[in-house]
């Protein structure tokens, strides 16, 4: 059908239909990380390389299926994660390569998001969404209904949740790390000693204490969380409850730490954090996603999306710059200034007087 004739009834038809198997997208993608053909494609020089290549390297199948491999593929390159050079007049095969997006599927690259797409594409992340209406309707967090419990005693209790779920947030570690470092890098200055409230296994804290050796650093999370982190000499591990109490510092960081929780649970974390540095000299770092709703963010939607997952999992939530001013006030920080970078977040410098 010519795009001209199409009405809008019609347009708006397509893309219901679009939306309703948005999911497969996500699925075929999943399933291009777990087989790494990202990685067997950039073996061969990036490419491109045929389906018979592809299917020759997978991985633990001596018979892989040619057919449904070329389905998948049909789907990720209308989706742009990979190319595809046809030959119908010649009878030659095609041929598949690499693009800007899926070389951030390469296992074999640092920085890359494949522990994320797995994290995010498990059973565990997705069923919670299956009550969503429910949730609307009486409340309540998605995986409580789902699991029974909350999704931080879920991981305590299931060690390899725990593991893909720190691989996760360590590969978005080391993306964000090679923007933010260089943003601040000023910032960390005057910090002798800096606390990172939730930190996990100290993959922040070990990045910024490299590049700033002047800094002592203080890894601070729950005790099962802290039990996985290697050891670094530079690095104070400490296992505990940033609702109960945070340790002292000169300052504190807090990476993806807010957004999982109620404004009235981040004020709490606040207050915390506010008696835990001194008041003339003390500041918080916190680097975490500020809603725009503007289309010339090419982030929004990803930001958007997070915030319903946040939602599901654990009362939290992502929050516009009045928002953040606003809970930042309640919770002891009355001035703060934010910094625009290169990444889904930004970085909110906040100070207690």
Known sequence: MEAEQVNESVRGQAEILQHISAYVTSMALKCAVDLRIADIIHSHGGGPITLSQIASAIAGSSCPSISYLERIMRLLVHKNIFTAQYHPSDGGETLYGLTSSSRWILWDSKPNLAPYVLMQNQQSAISPFLSLSQCVKDGGLGFEKVYGCKIWEFAAANPEFNKLF???????????????????????????????????????????????????????????????????????????????????????????????????MCVKILKNCRKAIPENSGKLIIVEMILELQESDIFEEAKITLDLVMMMSNSGKERTEVEWKKLLKEGGFPRCRIIKIQARQSIIEAYPI
């Open 166 to 264: 720190n691989d996760a947030m360590s590969s978005m570690v080391d993306i964000l790390m090679g923007v933010f470092l260089p943003a601040y890098k000023d910032g960390f200055s005057s910090i002798r000693s800096l606390v990172d409230v939730g930190g996990g296994i100290g993959t922040t804290l070990s990045e910024i204490v490299k590049s700033h050796p002047h800094i002592r650093g203080i890894n601070f999370d729950l005790p099962h969380v802290i039990a996985t982190a290697p050891v670094n000499e530079r690095i104070t591990h400490i296992g505990g409850n940033m609702f109960e109490a945070v340790p002292t510092g000169d300052a504190i960081i807090m990476k993806g730490v807010l957004h999982d929780w109620s404004d009235e």
